[in-house]
């Protein structure tokens, strides 16, 4: 019996290794945010952004943010990677210029409002709104300059989400440094004659969270950037800009935002990014800052005074900041509080948190944006009773699987403090962990996500994205999604898979590039690779593990075809973000379990026609 179990074992470690060699072997604009208005040739009318061999140079206000001025030096070098010359960025002296983009913020930009008062701009649909941004070309905008493009916001984001779709439309990706996806040279490039409005987002806040992220992206960082700093996070910012993001949950494992770095916090701010904690990390101060600082129990009962003394501290810190305070307490590591329902305790902590909010930012509790995630049990004391001042953010959740558990009713719909969705792409938790690969098909995300839309759920989205660097294509998808419910309809979905293969790959391969992200986003979204066990598929029933099997085989080796055939310089890109999460699921070992059941049970094993102590060698080899 031993040696035939042994037989077994070393048949399917070689049949293992048999579907690894097989395996081997084998127009919406940038985006459906907003309409297309770059031409790579002269246009009629057309601002010559790249025309003649010189650049256009870019003029930001002295006096207009920071954060504008770093994302202009962005735009800048976004110019010379598609260029090949670095446009002059200048604040002041322009005599000389007879053309140039004009970029500021409305009510902040001494230039942009000196345009408004002279009548060169009508900023009667964006005055006054949230992230919008104006493209338009405008002829003698300033004295001595003949002709602009003037990229106008109607607040801080506005402004730069206006540079980054500029950068977008003129073939840099927000992925091209993530994803090392290359940026094609262009000889012209100019904006057609026009007013541009990109209107305002759908849902207000609109971000991602970084979690469960050791060890691949915490070890990836320190090995670049030392730690959970400035420099990374710098990244970071910069993406969810260029996706037209505003939100961000930070790494938590081990990990905190301002207190690794206190320039995380700055830079964050500057960037316009609102920094919050996660659902159970309250009042501006991440877990592990309890275990660093802490004294006594992370118990309310019995440590009162010590936890309001920690979490003045966060709100502290965080003061004069943009971002929004959780409040609430769960157990100490992501756990429940307690067995018991102590609504009363919960709804006394909630109250001593907001005395803690008003006592340091000096304002009513109701004037600082706070969110309430009824995330587990929590939605539990929720559905018993429990409740929150109306101006709190209701944050509900989904399943962790991503079926959203609870939709608002019309009372809920009404609160003043808005309603959020806490969404899944990656877990940690009870029964089962998924944080591999993507394994989120783009249909499932719109059809969850249009629905919490459709009851009302417009003030935040997030999702959790584990590393962040396996979920790229869900994260796009999940954040234009955010802007703009609206505008996608089911058949839209597999149109966007193909608008985002172009924006990465270009036009060449775009249809079948889609085609493998919708394909393999369906089959890994039937059963996640971590979930395969030995009762998965059948082994004795209508040859589902073979067909199973062939139909993994079959999409990797149209991809790896591909892969043979993209010009070199997208391959480091394509294996990123379509070749690696194609094929490594089926190579998952535990995919092979069933055949080992079946073996070792049935006694099979004299049936595999292969000399054993061969094949143990090849196995050998192999594994070495």
Not at 81 to 86: A, D, E, I, L, P
């Amino acid at each position: 019996m031993v040696v035939r179990m042994l037989k077994g074992w070393c048949g399917i470690l070689l049949l293992l290794i048999v579907f690894m060699g097989v395996k081997a072997q084998n127009d919406l604009g940038s985006t459906f945010k907003t309409q297309p208005y770059v031409s790579f040739s002269d246009a009629s009318g057309g601002f010559p952004l790249f025309g003649n061999g010189s650049v256009a140079p870019l003029i930001v206000a002295e006096n207009d943010y920071s954060g504008v001025h770093r994302v202009a030096a962005h735009l800048q070098k976004d110019l010379l990677m598609v260029t090949g010359q670095r446009p002059e960025l200048i604040s002041k002296d322009f005599s000389g210029l007879k053309s140039a983009v004009i970029i500021g913020t409305l009510g902040q930009s001494s230039l942009i409002d000196g345009l408004v008062t002279a009548g060169k701009i009508d900023v009667s649909d964006v005055a006054g709104r949230w992230e919008v941004s104006l493209i338009q070309v405008v002829e003698n905008p300033l004295e001595g300059i003949d002709r602009a493009l003037v990229i106008v916001g109607s607040d801080k984001r506005g402004t730069m989400f206006g540079m980054f779709d500029l950068s977008a439309q003129i073939g840099v990706s927000p992925w091209y440094w993530w994803a090392d996806v290359p940026v094609e040279k262009q000889s012209e490039l100019y904006v057609k004659a026009g007013r541009y409005n990109l209107g305002e987002p759908k849902v207000q806040y609109r971000g991602i969270f970084l979690n469960d992220e050791e060890p691949a992206l915490g070890g990836w960082v320190r090995e670049n950037f030392g730690d959970f700093n400035a420099d990374f996070y710098g990244h970071v910012y910069e993406l969810l800009l260029r996706m037209k993001g505003n939100f961000l949950w930070p790494a938590m494992w081990g990990k905190a935002h301002a207190d690794d770095d206190i320039n995380n916090a700055i830079l964050a701010d500057e960037y316009g990014i609102v920094i919050s904690y996660s659902h159970h990390e309250p009042m501006m101060r991440a877990h592990v800052e309890w275990s660093r600082y802490g004294e006594g129990l992370w118990d309310y009962t019995k440590n009162k005074e010590k936890l309001d003394q920690f979490w003045t501290e966060g709100v502290a810190r965080n003061n004069g900041y943009e971002s929004f305070i959780t409040i609430g307490m769960r157990g100490d590591g992501d756990e429940a509080m307690s067995d018991d329902r102590n609504i009363d305790l919960l709804t006394d902590i909630v109250a001593n948190q907001r005395r803690i909010i008003e006592e340091v930012t000096e304002k009513p509790a109701e004037e600082v944006p706070q969110v309430w995630a009824l995330y587990k049990e929590v939605q539990e004391y929720y559905d018993m009773g429990m409740r929150v001042p109306d101006d709190i953010m209701l944050l509900y959740c989904d399943d962790n699987w991503g079926n959203v558990r609870r939709m608002p009713d019309d009372k809920e719909r009404a609160r003043e403090g808005g309603l959020g969705m806490y969404y899944h792409f990656d877990y940690v938790g009870g029964p089962r962990n998924y944080k591999w690969i993507n394994t989120n098909p783009l249909p499932k995300i719109w059809e969850q996500n249009k629905l919490t839309y459709a009851h009302g759920v417009n003030k935040l989205w997030v999702v959790n994205v584990g590393d962040l660097k396996p979920m790229e294509f869900p994260i796009q998808f999940y954040l234009d999604l955010a802007w703009d419910p609206d505008r996608f309809e089911a058949e839209d979905v597999a149109k966007y898979s193909e608008v985002w293969a172009r924006q990465q790959f270009g036009e060449n391969y775009a249809k079948e590039i889609a085609g493998f992200m919708d394909h393999y986003g369906k089959i890994n979204g039937r059963r996640k690779p971590e979930m395969l066990d030995w009762n998965t598929f059948s082994l004795l029933n209508y040859r589902e593990f073979e067909r199973v099997a062939d139909e993994y085989n079959a999409l990797a080796a149209k991809a790896a075809k591909v892969n043979e055939q993209i010009p070199d310089n997208y391959r480091d890109a394509y294996y990123q973000l379509v070749l690696y999460p194609i094929e490594r699921p089926p190579t998952s070992i535990i995919s092979i379990m069933p055949l080992l059941k079946i073996i070792c049970m049935r006694g099979r094993a004299e049936a595999w026609p292969i000399k054993w102590p061969i094949a143990c060698a090849i196995i050998m080899r192999r594994i070495h």
